[in-house]
């Protein structure tokens, strides 16, 4: 039995696994670091080693489904985050040798989401059909606002990715 691996990007994103006999929700392992700019301030880096423990325990046979980040030039800050995200969570693949693909949020949207929603009800959206779909995770869900990396998991594994 394959695992699918739904990675909603970024540092407040989340990180799903379904496997034949389980599901698993995490957020994103982050942590802080002083930013060495000109104004005191810190940045949320991917913790990259918890990362890739979480996922080194469901490596085999796995397949990762990996929400592209947003790149916005008027949200440069959010945008500069979750490349930097980007990049570690790639190097974790890599050195795990697990394979990826790239899906933008529109299109998994699509299978889960009625017609005709407006741009400001994902995450309400994404709320609802996850908690549905995933019952056992309500209150994380709440807590991380979405459970886009659950239905990006559950999008994979539909696909048979």
Known sequence: ???????????????????????????????????????????????????????????????????????NTGRFRQSLSAVRCLEATICCLELLKIPYQYIDSKEWQKSFFPKGYEKGETKRFSVEVASRLFPVFIEEIKKQKDGDALLIAEYAKRRSF
Not at 20 to 34: D, G, R
Not at 42 to 65: G, Q, T
């Open 1 to 71: 039995m394959k695992t699918y691996i739904g990675i909603d990007n970024g540092v407040t994103g989340s990180i799903a696994i379904i496997t034949e006999n389980e599901t698993f929700f995490h957020k994103t392992p982050v942590f802080l670091q002083q930013d060495y700019t000109k104004k005191k301030q810190n940045i949320s880096r991917l913790d990259s080693v918890k990362f890739c423990e979480i996922l080194s325990k469901h490596k085999d046979n796995a397949f990762v489904l990996l929400e592209r980040p947003m790149v």
